[in-house]
């Protein structure tokens, strides 16, 4: 690292003046608080407010990351797609459980969500592939995720070869990419305070692990 990288990482400061977060003030359903706090961050034009770091175990216990974008939030959790045979899907199949963090820096707002993972309905992935653009469709066809490939060219022979396939008909799914569904079981809201004095506000299920019975919810220390 760059004497001058180095100095900038040690000293670089910022004071968030942004308003504060309390356990009176969120809403008792942490999915709804997270779709209101997304709604801000689309409203202040944050960068891809719907990128989210996927984090997961691998089969020799370390941690892996990854941005992925969410693309549904509803009463079940939260839906993503991608290969089912790229790594982040292998280890989502293998231990069932993965964290999503999604950070809003401008708002200076972060969520930390954790919970069981499962592949979505083959349907659901048939509608959203469909939704795709062409491009997309075939890029998904085209790429084997996560392999090692020769070159840069090899995978744009590989796009000029699928789309010779398709032609102009109907691209269908492959059987080999779709969605997984997180079914939460934490939600962390952390909002950046003056003096490093941050808000945060944990949800955990009460009673079980399912929230069948609503969220509990406590303030943790920044
Ligand atoms: C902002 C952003 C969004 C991304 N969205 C996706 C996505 O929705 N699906 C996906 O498969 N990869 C997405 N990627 C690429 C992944 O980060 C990753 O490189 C790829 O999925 C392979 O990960 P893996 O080898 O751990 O399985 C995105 C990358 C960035 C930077």
Known sequence: MSDRVAQDLASRRQEYETAGLDIADVDADPMVQWKRWYAEASAADCTEPHAFVLATIDADGWPQSRYLLVRGADDRGFTFFTNYESAKSEQLAASGRASMLFTWLQLHRQVRVVGEVERLPDTESDDYFASRPRDSQIGAWSS?????????????QRVAQMSATFGDGIITRPTFWGGWLLRPNLY?????????????????????????????LSRLAP
């Open 144 to 156: 084997p995720q996560s392999q090692p490939i020769p070159d840069r060219e090899w995978l744009e």
């Open 188 to 216: 962390e809201f952390w909002q950046g305070r003056p003096s490093r004095l941050h808000d945060r506000i944990r949800y955990v299920p009460v009673g079980s692990e399912t929230a069948s019975d609503g969220w509990q």
